[in-house]
């Protein structure tokens, strides 16, 4: 089973400027847990955080602690290639090296440690398969990835992360740039991976976050800065949540 | 009534900007035909391999061919390293915006618009003089790298600049090394930048007089080594027009070929790039 991702205190500064305060949430393993709230309340910064991506962005700070499992994402002894591997994550708009379509999949899985190529050859086409692409794809392996439709490629996407087998996943609105046929096959394969890895997706989309959820976190910016105002299954989140602001945003009268 | 100005307006306009690129194209033509006609009926493979004689004004281009050459070898052998290098640094480790980038970046383009005859008088104080190398192709080719650098560093900048964020943020998410991703994801999509670099580079280089002048100097004998003092085929030509009289066929047929060859590794390097970026995106 994989861990749970415990995030205790988090806050996020860019410069002077506060983008999270104090947040406190636990992820547990084995379901998914949807991140809300309107636009620039911290929850893209939040991801960011939990695989470090936040190293990349000048004058960012970060404070409070972060663990997965044992691994104590924010130590700055933490070999930051080994968490990204353990954290995957898939992005807003779909972003495949301008590689064919194996090696998009090949590259990182080499750099990683794969080189066995009997073993890379049966790593991609897992991966192609988790993703429910292999068989629309396995005649353009050496094709190139940016000739896939937007679906397609968000799905190459997801099976490049799934190939180093992550015990989390970090989505950050994967179905906003995708047209709706795709965007649900999408959501049914996100769906899918719940009992393998720990699940951690920020939406804008309010309907498709009631879909999958199994918990549910709500954002909002209160003095500048972005907080945790609730939190808990996503079912009462939504049905019987215990804040007003939830309560407002939810049924759309704020945000 | 206003529609009517309104077209003539927009006649005048047309006619305008067609005549502006048919002068431009004019007299690019003009220039090429008016070197063909005067140069072609002098090239053989004799004029390219044999050596000039009475003081060019017979015989060929053998050993300022081979000079030019060298040069251009020296030239890109020092450049093109540094000069990626310095577009590595500048960016993917500095930031855009920092004070540091934006002095480096100042200087550049200052540096890129100094006169090449500045640059041949430091090339010949520093590299013939300070280093000792005096007047050789050494000099020369370390004086042109120097020349070509800021273009070529700015170019390849550009060409990383280029490369979408997306590529970057996609690589450190898989838990991919800066130097990986630099080197098999960055580089290859920075290309097209460090091609133009390149030729507009080698196109500086090939067509300089005034810098050689002073570092490489214009002895015409073969040269031995890179420490001998060589004659590039810009200043063959310099020298046969004005110097030489009765120089101006074999400075024609001179041109003639320096044209062929800027044009070739014109050719020749989006050729190349096309190649590598195909074996890139479809590997076997």
Aim: proline share 5%.
């Amino acid at each position: 089973m994989n861990p749970p991702l415990r995030i205790e205190n988090l806050t996020l500064r860019y410069g002077d400027k506060t983008a999270l305060e104090a947040v406190t949430l636990t992820v547990p393993p084995g379901r998914i847990t949807a991140l809300i709230g309107p636009s620039g309340c911290g929850k893209t910064s939040l991801l960011n955080c939990l695989n470090r991506l936040t190293d990349l962005i000048p004058g960012c700070r970060v404070s409070g602690r972060v663990r997965v499992g044992d691994l104590d994402v924010l130590d700055p002894k933490t070999d930051v290639l080994t968490l990204r591997r353990r954290v995957g994550m898939i992005f807003q708009k779909p972003n495949p090296f301008p590689f064919s379509v194996r090696r998009n999949l090949e590259f990182p899985l080499r750099e990683h440690g794969v080189r066995d190529r009997r073993k890379l050859a049966e790593r991609v086409e897992t991966a192609l398969r988790d993703v429910g692409l292999w068989d629309e794809v396995k005649d353009r392996l050496n094709g190139p990835a940016t000739a896939l439709s937007g679906g397609q490629q968000q799905r190459l996407c997801l099976a490049r992360a799934l190939a180093l087998a992550p015990e989390v996943l970090l989505l950050d609105e994967p179905c906003s740039a995708l047209d709706p046929i795709s965007s649900g096959v999408v959501e049914d394969l996100i769906v899918r991976l719940r009992d393998r890895l720990t699940l951690l997706i920020v939406t804008h989309n309010l309907a498709q976050a009631r879909r999958m959820a199994d918990e549910a976190a709500f954002f909002w910016v209160r003095d500048g800065a972005g907080r945790l105002v609730e939190h808990g299954p996503a079912r009462q989140l939504f049905e019987e949540p215990k804040q007003t602001l939830t309560a407002d945003y939810i049924t759309g009268m704020r945000g | 009534m206003a529609d009517s100005r309104a077209r003539r307006a927009d006649a005048v306009a047309t006619v305008l900007v067609w005549s502006a690129a048919l002068l431009v194209t004019g007299v690019f033509l003009w220039l090429l035909a008016d070197v063909v006609r005067h140069g072609a009926g002098r090239i053989s493979w004799s004029f390219l391999t044999s050596p000039p004689r009475n003081a060019g004004r017979d015989g060929g281009i053998g050993p300022v061919l081979v000079s030019t050459s060298l040069l251009l070898l020296v030239c890109l052998g020092v450049s093109l390293p540094v000069g990626l290098g310095t577009a590595v640094l500048l960016a993917e480790f500095t930031p855009a915006s920092g004070a540091f980038g934006r002095l480096v970046r100042r200087s550049l383009d200052v540096l890129s618009g100094v006169p090449s005859i500045v640059f041949g008088l430091f090339g010949n104080a520093f590299f013939c003089k300070t280093l000792g190398l005096g007047f050789s192709l050494l000099s020369g080719g370390l004086t042109l790298a120097c020349m070509v650098l800021p273009i070529l560093i700015r170019s390849i900048e550009e060409g990383f600049r280029a490369v979408p964020n997306d590529y970057r943020l996609g690589a450190a998410a898989l838990g991919l090394s800066r130097t990986s991703t630099l080197v098999h994801l960055l580089l290859p999509a920075a290309v097209p930048g460090l091609v133009v670099g390149l030729v507009l580079g080698v196109g500086r280089a090939a067509a300089e007089t005034a810098a050689l002048i002073f570092t490489s100097g214009y002895v015409d004998r073969m040269p031995e080594s890179l420490l001998d003092s060589g004659r590039s085929l810009s200043i063959h030509i310099f020298d046969l027009s004005m110097n030489v009289s009765g120089g101006d066929a074999n400075a024609y047929a001179a041109a003639l070929v320096l044209v062929v060859l800027l044009l070739a590794v014109n050719g020749l390097a989006s050729w190349l790039a096309d190649r590598w970026l195909r074996r890139r995106v479809l590997p076997v």
